[in-house]
Nanobody
Framework: QVQLVESGGGLVQAGGSLRLSCAASGRTFSNYLMGWFHQAPGKEREFVATISRSGFRTFYADSVKGRFTISRDNDKATMYLQMNSQKPEDTAVYYC??????????????????WGQGTQGTVSS
């Protein structure tokens, strides 16, 4: 079992920044792939970014490329999402997720085995 807890959400003006954290417990953190997803009201959960077990490889959705940065600290068992130049359309609940089986970077919801409870990020125009 893996337990994931997000934090760092809040309200920011357009153009501003937020940094999300995801604290993991239950298994050796460096043994699984991690990802961020978001879900806006009335929409399906969508991929944001993913990071390899070592942290050396990353992959982003086109909508956030160049604005968001995913990272992880395996010693602290924590993953981060730095969100810069935010837009109102970034408003959503942000979820972190763990994929314990795969080594390749995943962008599909169904590939991930464990999920956090989510944290709200709101960008005002």
């Amino acid at each position: 079992q893996v337990q994931l807890v997000e934090s760092g959400g809040g309200l920011v003006q357009a153009g501003g920044s937020l940094r999300l954290s995801c604290a993991a417990s239950g298994r050796t953190f460096s043994n699984y792939l991690m990802g961020w997803f978001h879900q806006a009201p009335g929409k399906e959960r969508e991929f944001v970014a993913t990071i390899s077990r070592s942290g050396f490889r990353t992959f982003y959705a086109d909508s956030v490329k160049g604005r968001f940065t995913i990272s992880r600290d395996n010693d602290k068992a924590t993953m981060y999402l730095q969100m810069n130049s935010q837009k109102p359309e970034d408003t959503a609940v942000y979820y972190c997720a763990a994929d314990i089986a795969n080594y390749r970077l995943d962008s599909e919801v169904y590939e991930y085995d464990y999920w956090g409870q989510g944290t709200q990020g709101t960008v005002s125009s």
